[in-house]
Structures are given as structure tokens and as C-alpha cells.
């Protein structure tokens, strides 16, 4: 019997044991462990390490003298930085009171799926939300039009009835960044307040704390812990947010960085200029992500993508928010009711201008269907590649782990070791998507058309966009309990592919669902990389979006919004069921 | 012949331990010790998980150094995490026949029967977050018995139960012992578990035995 038991099992009296059969070996149990750890971890050194020494390389012939002082690049940095932190500033100044409103209000219609909504932005395409935008605050939009009709009947006779100030420029950049980041932020500060303990409620209750001391002791101190952190994580987003500024800034006086970047690399060809702004921007990038981390908590990784919305479960009778006064309660849903009208129209557009009289001919539109094409394409195999390099590294994070936890001595090395590899792949959240770009595209010029390799860039960039967040989705479910399992996995002996079928997909099936949803719809939606090596050949949903609201064709930029926001969430939820399954969670 | 335990050293983070017992292959032993005097060092040194830095183990004179945990004459039942707990109550014991779950349905009757001898009968589709501590032993326990190792480690598997179920328990580890009379080694704190479960008490002082 070749899988009979060890010689050393006897001894049993009367044991011809009938029992344990030895582990199955396969040519899968022979590999090294770190084989999938160091796959991984050659790819995302390759892809960002070439990239960049490239960059870094091209630099050395820079007339760094001039470029210092060139007063066009320091008014690019100025707008880059001072529309970063007037949208941080205005996001969280929104966001406070309506985190506060939505942690007193506990029930009202519509409150699970404002909140919804809130968790959206994380996913909804920029350049879809600017579409939005436009369509309810620009020039020919659903506000312009309200004032129009309720200004007609006090104007005299051929007056200018009152109109918005122009949309495109600081306005509209602002406006933008507030849309997406003020809900974000008042997710986060949420789910700050819902976590103060209900002992600390009880003790305000019974002290008769009043509304105001009650903001000063128990919720000031919640939102004032999550403030630092989050205000670096909303300015980096807005100091990095291409689509936006492309579409709604552009002009020497409304540009960043980023844009500049892409406008050098593509209509000035000024490789130089590009470089330098490249460089700018990657040591701003992390400079940002050095403050972050030393703000950051280990709780608010996920930003919210793995925590169900809070339910808003009521707060108990005796709780000081029920006894509230009529004054509170006024203010609270003044703030839920500004909130709404900030975040609920632009969804209303993107949903409803896409009926048309232009839609039956985009959706028939070779065009149209050539880039639903590549974006579905690009947005699969971007979430694919982030997947697996995020289940490489998590391996040998593992694996890692595991060796500090049994070995003597050595104890700290392999964890650092393990922690290192996982910093690998969140260092990517440094690196723009602008700047690798830019680093691929000066690496590849001299081998191949970059053009003609647009969709295989767009793929590599937007995976390891991806990979920061497919890391924190995957992390705990891959490495908590690790220990325990392991044991008795290795206790039973269960060779490699019977452990990974029969313990480690099962666990890791949801999020490893989630995290492939996450990667492809960001990819879907992403603008970046496409921008860079787009052409007339090869188009992706958002580019073409950016194309006709560029060249204002708001009906076909109506249908092609809709269509890329139905994409983005068929992608979304088709990979979570498809991977992830309908079952019930496992009690 | 005996399980001998001969020399072993092992320095872990900041500590140091050093064992030398022999213990009969057909005894039934139960090492106390306070919490740090190594006994749940021990047993992982004898089950595998971890290798000692000097000395040796063996089992009827082989030397068990360098064997996977799998590959021991072992079974070890665990105070914790014997379960995993998002497989079905079969699927866990059925482990114990084959590793990578592919079973014949002679098998698949056998793990039935063995959930029968510890009172489980029925519960093959529930999952181990379902149950109650005492039963995710008892299944723990069917596995022990379809492993039929003959070596058996019990690391405080009474530790965590409530008085009532841990009569129940002990009752049932000690019909396994009788049916299949493997050498066991339990450690505990606790002398009460150790002679309810008729066992030889020894007590794990400076990485030695003293018999009482």
C-alpha cells in the first residue's frame, strides 16, 4: 500500500490501524514555500523598481537650477497644494455635523441608503461623478434650469434670469472633491462616534450631561482622534485626483501636478518637464504618506470597505440623543438634508440623463462597444493580477509569521521580514499612478510603441493600483487564526492543495470576492493610465467619457456616464457573487 | 521499551528548558506542572510543532526527529482550535482518515460511527461555531479515535469545561484509552483530571519528573 501508515505507528495492541492514511505529496508540496511570495514580490519590484530607476536616471540631466525656479512649475505646485487643502478643509467642515446628525438620527426613511451611497465613493469612476456634476451644477444643468423657471416670473421682460458661477476652474474642483470626500469623510467620523462604548452613554445619562458637554467629553474626543489621519488621506486624494482636474480645471490657472504631467508627456512632449514634474509629485507623494503613517490606525485600513454600513440600530430610552431638544433635532436634519442634496442629485443624473435621445446610437456605437470591451478586459485582468500578487505576498507574509511564531531565537527577524513584504505592497500607495506612467512610458519608448501596448499598461498600472487595497481586504482573513489552523492542518497532514481547497478557499472566498470586485471597478473606472497611452485605437469607457465631455456632447457623454456607472456595478456585484456565492455566512 | 525523551534542550525567546523522561509505551501519564514549567512545550516537542536544538525523542528506540507532525505516531487533542470552523462536524473528523477529504462511503460510514461513540450522533452537518464547548471536544475526540495513533497527547483538554461535561468527557476519553490503549501523556494543572482519568501522575519540575 503506498500510502499506508509509518513504520514507527505500531505499538497499538490489536492495531493493524485501518485509520490515518499519510499525506498525499505533489509536485505542488515540493515547491519552496516562498515561491508565491517571491513571484509576487519580483513582479511589483520589476513593475515599480524599473519604472522608477528609469526616472530617477533620466533626472540626472536635469537643469535642476531652472526648473526651481521656473514660476509656472511653482504655480502648478501652489494650485496642486492650495486645492488640496481648501477641499480637505471644506470636506471635513461638511462632514462633522453630518456624522454627528447621522449618529443621533438613528431611524429615518432613507438613512441606510444614504449611507449607502456615502460608501460609494470610494468606487465611483471620477470622471462618471464628474459627469454628474456637471449635469446638475454646470452651465446647462438641473440647478441652472430651476433657477430659470422660478426666476421667469419676477424678472422683467428679456432680463438675465440669475445664473451659477462657472463650473469649470477652482469652482468645480472644489465642488467635486467635496462630493467625493465629504461622505468618505463622514463614514469614517460615524463610525468613530457609533464606537463609543454605551457604558460611557449610560454615565452621561446619569450625570444629566448637557448636549454640549456631552460633545465636548465623550464625541469631540472620538472625531479628534480620527481627524489627523483622515484629513492627510482626503488632501493626498485630492492632491493626487486626475480626472477630476483634467476635466473640470485645465488652463494654466486651474492645473496640478498630475495633469501637468500628462500634458507634457502628451501634447507638449516635453519629456524633461515631465520628468521633473514626475519627480515633484512622487517626493510630495511621499512626504504625504510619511505624515499618514504616523497617523495611522490600524482600524480605519479599510476605509469602510469591509464594515457593513452602520445599521443604525436605536439608541435605548434612557439615552441622552432620544432626550434631545426640539433646537438639536432641527439642526441635525438641516444637516441631513444638505448632505443629501449634495450627494443625491448627481447620482439622480448619472442614472437618469442617460435615457436620450442620443442613446440608441452610442449603445449601437462601434466606438462605445470597442471601449465597453477593453474595460471590461483591463478591469478583469487588474483585479485578477491584484488578487493573485496580494495572495503571493499575504504567503510568505505568512509563512513568516508563522516561522517567528515556532522558532527560537529569531523570533523578531522573520516578522519583520514578514511586515517588510507586506510595506512592499502598500509602498505602492506612493507612487502616483501619473509617476509610474510616466516611468513605463520612458522605460518601454525605446523598445515598442507604447501606444500599441496602451491595454497591457493600463492592466499592469491599475493591479497594482489595486494591490494597497486588495492587501487590506485579504490581510486578516489570510493571517488571523493563521496559527491555529496551521497547527492543525499540519497536525492532520494535509498536503498543500488539500489545504488550500479544503481550508484556505473556503475562508478566503468572500474576500478574495471582494477585493476582485474592489481592483475591477477601480480599474473600470480609472482614468489615469489610459489618459497616458489611450489613442484613437485603443479606448477605454472613462476615456471616452473625458472625450465628449470634453468636446461638450453632453448626450453622448450622458449615455457613456450611465453606461461606465452600470459596468462599474455589474463588475462589482457579478464578481462577488460569482466568486464570492450567495451562501449564508457560516455561523 | 518506552518514549523516551532523552536530553532534549530547546532555548525559546528568552527561555531555557531541558527534558529527560521515560515513559512506559502502554501508561496512561499525566505531567503537572505550573503554568511556564514546559508542558505544553513538551508535548509540542513530541508532537512536532516544534524541534528540539539538542537531544532526541523516540518512540520504540526510532528517533522521531525529523518527522512532519503528520508523520508521528501521534494524535494530539488541544484545550483550543482542534476545529475548523468552517467545515461541517464530518468533515472535521473525517480529516483523520484522509487529509485531503476524498473519502469512500465505508469511510464516510465510520466517521458516522465514530461521532456515535462520543454521543454525537446526527450532527454531521452542523458546524462547530453551532455547538457547545464540550461538544466541539467530544468531536475533537472522534477524530482522536479514527486517527488510532498510538501515541495520544492531551493538552488540558478539560480545561475549559464546565464540571458536568467534563465528567462527561473524561468518561469517554477514558472508554478511547481503554479500546486502543495508546500511550498517553496529558499535562495539566489540574491533579483532579489527572486521576479521574486513571492516569500515573508525575510532576514536571526543572524539566524532569518526579513520581509521587
Keep these: 500500500m503506498a500510502r499506508g501508515l509509518h513504520p514507527l505507528n505500531r505499538g497499538v495492541p490489536g492495531a493493524a490501524a485501518p485509520g490515518a492514511a499519510l499525506p498525499r505529496r505533489t509536485r505542488l508540496d515540493r515547491l519552496p514555500w516562498w515561491t508565491g511570495a517571491a513571484g509576487a514580490g519580483l513582479v511589483v519590484v520589476l513593475l515599480t523598481g524599473v519604472p522608477l530607476a528609469v526616472l530617477l536616471g533620466e533626472a540626472g540631466e536635469l537643469p535642476f537650477a531652472r526648473v526651481a525656479q521656473d514660476v509656472w512649475l511653482r504655480r502648478v505646485v501652489g494650485f496642486s497644494l492650495g486645492q488640496a487643502a481648501l477641499s480637505t478643509v471644506l470636506a471635513l467642515v461638511l462632514a462633522v455635523p453630518v456624522a454627528l446628525a447621522l449618529h443621533h438620527e438613528r431611524r429615518f426613511p432613507g438613512r441606510a441608503a444614504l449611507t449607502g451611497l456615502f460608501g460609494l465613493s470610494l468606487v465611483l469612476p471620477a470622471i462618471a461623478a464628474v459627469f454628474g456634476i456637471v449635469a446638475v451644477w454646470g452651465g446647462a444643468g438641473w440647478v441652472n434650469g430651476v433657477l430659470d423657471t422660478l426666476g421667469a416670473p419676477f424678472l422683467a421682460e428679456g432680463a438675465e434670469p440669475p445664473r451659477l458661477p462657472v463650473l469649470y476652474g477652482l469652482n468645480g474642483i472644489l465642488l467635486a472633491h467635496v462630493f467625493f470626500n465629504a461622505p468618505l469623510a463622514a463614514r469614517v467620523l460615524l463610525q468613530a462616534l457609533d464606537g463609543i462604548a454605551l457604558h460611557e452613554w449610560r454615565l452621561a445619562a446619569q450625570l444629566g450631561l448637557s448636549a454640549s458637554a456631552r460633545f465636548r467629553l465623550l464625541q469631540w474626543p472620538a472625531i479628534a482622534r480620527r481627524l489627523p489621519g483622515l484629513a492627510t488621506l482626503i488632501f493626498t486624494l485630492c492632491f493626487t485626483s486626475f480626472a477630476i482636474v483634467l476635466a473640470l480645471g485645465g488652463g494654466p490657472r486651474a492645473t496640478t501636478v498630475e495633469v501637468a504631467v500628462y500634458q507634457a508627456l502628451r501634447f507638449d512632449f516635453d519629456l524633461p518637464l515631465a520628468v521633473a514634474l514626475a519627480l515633484v509629485q512622487l517626493a510630495i507623494c511621499a512626504a504625504l504618506t510619511g505624515i499618514g503613517s504616523a497617523f495611522a490606525r490600524s482600524d480605519d485600513g479599510s476605509l469602510g470597505l469591509t464594515e457593513r454600513a452602520a445599521d443604525g440600530a436605536p439608541w435605548p430610552h434612557w439615552h441622552p440623543h432620544v432626550r434631545r431638544g426640539g433646537w438639536h433635532r432641527l439642526l441635525d436634519r438641516g444637516a441631513i438634508a444638505l448632505a443629501a442634496l449634495l450627494v443625491l442629485p448627481p447620482f439622480a443624473a448619472l442614472l437618469i440623463a442617460g435615457i436620450n435621445r442620443r442613446t440608441v446610437a452610442v449603445l449601437g456605437d462601434a466606438i462605445t462597444l470597442d471601449a465597453l470591451f477593453n474595460t471590461v478586459v483591463a478591469a478583469l485582468a487588474a483585479a485578477a493580477l491584484s488578487v493573485a500578487l496580494a495572495l503571493g505576498l499575504l504567503s510568505g507574509v505568512r509563512r513568516l509569521h508563522l516561522r517567528a511564531a515556532n522558532r527560537r531565537d529569531g523570533t523578531t527577524g522573520s516578522r519583520t521580514a514578514g511586515e517588510a513584504l507586506q510595506a512592499l505592497g502598500n509602498a505602492i500607495l506612493v507612487i502616483p499612478p501619473i509617476v509610474l506612467g510616466t516611468g513605463l512610458f520612458l522605460s518601454l519608448r525605446a523598445w515598442a510603441d507604447v501606444f500599441s501596448l496602451a491595454l497591457l499598461l493600463v492592466i499592469l498600472i491599475n493591479a497594482l493600483m489595486g494591490l494597497p487595497f486588495a492587501l487590506r481586504i485579504l490581510a486578516g482573513p489570510v493571517l488571523d487564526g493563521a496559527a491555529s489552523r496551521d497547527r492543525l492542518a499540519r497536525s492532520l497532514g494535509m498536503a498543500r492543495a488539500a489545504r488550500w481547497r479544503l481550508v484556505d478557499a473556503p475562508l478566503l472566498r468572500r474576500p478574495v470576492a471582494l477585493a476582485a470586485a474592489v481592483s475591477a471597478t477601480l480599474a473600470a473606472g480609472d482614468l489615469g493610465a489610459i489618459a497616458l497611452f489611450g489613442s484613437d485605437q485603443v479606448r477605454t469607457l472613462p476615456l471616452l467619457l473625458q472625450t465628449r465631455l470634453g468636446s461638450h456632447r453632453l448626450d453622448e457623454a450622458a449615455v457613456t456616464a450611465t453606461l461606465l456607472v452600470l459596468t462599474c456595478a455589474i463588475l462589482f456585484t457579478g464578481l462577488k457573487l460569482l466568486i464570492g456565492g450567495t451562501g449564508e455566512r457560516d455561523a | ?212
Design chain 2, 1 to 212: 521499551m518506552s518514549l523516551d525523551i532523552d536530553g532534549v534542550r530547546l532555548a525559546l525567546a528568552d527561555r531555557r528548558w531541558r527534558f529527560d523522561i521515560a515513559l512506559a509505551t502502554d501508561g496512561v501519564h499525566a505531567l503537572l506542572g505550573r503554568s511556564g514549567s514546559g508542558k505544553s512545550t513538551l508535548l509540542n516537542l513530541i508532537g512536532g510543532y516544534l524541534e528540539p536544538d539538542a537531544g532526541r525523542i523516540a518512540w520504540h528506540g526510532e528517533p522521531l526527529s525529523g518527522l512532519a507532525p503528520a508523520e508521528r505516531p501521534v494524535t494530539t487533542l488541544f484545550q483550543h482550535d482542534n476545529l475548523f470552523a468552517h467545515l461541517s462536524v464530518a468533515d472535521n473528523v473525517a480529516l483523520g482518515l484522509d487529509p485531503s477529504l476524498r473519502l469512500t462511503p465505508q469511510q464516510r460510514e465510520r466517521v458516522s460511527g465514530s461521532l456515535d461513540q462520543v454521543e454525537l450522533a446526527g450532527y454531521e452537518k452542523r458546524k462547530p461555531g453551532s455547538l457547545s464547548g464540550g461538544e466541539r471536544q467530544r468531536v475533537s475526540l472522534a477524530r482522536c479515535l479514527l486517527r488510532n495513533r498510538p501515541i495520544l497527547l492531551l493538552d488540558e483538554p478539560f480545561g475549559a469545561l464546565d464540571p458536568d461535561t467534563r465528567t462527561a468527557m473524561i468518561a469517554l476519553t477514558r472508554e478511547l484509552i481503554e479500546r486502543q490503549r495508546p500511550c498517553v501523556v496529558m499535562v495539566t494543572h489540574d491533579e483532579d483530571d489527572a486521576h479521574a482519568i486513571g492516569a500515573r501522575v508525575l510532576e514536571l519540575v526543572d524539566g524532569g519528573v518526579r513520581r509521587r
